[in-house]
Nanobody, 123 residues
Framework: QVQLVESGGGLVQAGGSLRLSCAAS????????MGWIRQAPGEEREFVAA????????YYTDSVKGRFTISRDNAKNMVSLQMNSLKPEDTAVYYC????????????????WGQGTQVTVSS
């Protein structure tokens, strides 16, 4: 079992930045690919970013490429999402997720996820 707790959400103006963090506890953090997914009101959950077990490989949905950066610290059991140049369409609840592979996370296949943190971007 893995427990994931997100933090760092909030209200920011368009063009601003936020850094989301996810603290993991439970089973060995390093065996999981990690990712972030989001869900806007009335919308389905959407893949945002993923990072491989070692942190070597990262993946992003097209709409956030060049603006968001995912990273992980296996020694601290943490994964982060740096979000720059935020847009109103980035408004959503952001969830940290753990899965067997980054490609699986991209397909919406995750074994564990957190309770989510709200990100609101005003225009």
């Amino acid at each position: 079992q893995v427990q994931l707790v997100e933090s760092g959400g909030g209200l920011v103006q368009a063009g601003g930045s936020l850094r989301l963090s996810c603290a993991a506890s439970g089973r060995t953090f390093g065996v999981y690919a990690m990712g972030w997914i989001r869900q806007a009101p009335g919308e389905e959950r959407e893949f945002v970013a993923a990072i491989s077990r070692s942190g070597t490989f990262t993946y992003y949905t097209d709409s956030v490429k060049g603006r968001f950066t995912i990273s992980r610290d296996n020694a601290k059991n943490m994964v982060s999402l740096q979000m720059n140049s935020l847009k109103p369409e980035d408004t959503a609840v952001y969830y940290c997720a753990a899965g067997d592979s980054s490609s699986g996370l991209k397909r919406g296949e995750y074994d564990y996820w957190g309770q989510g943190t709200q990100v609101t971007v005003s225009s």
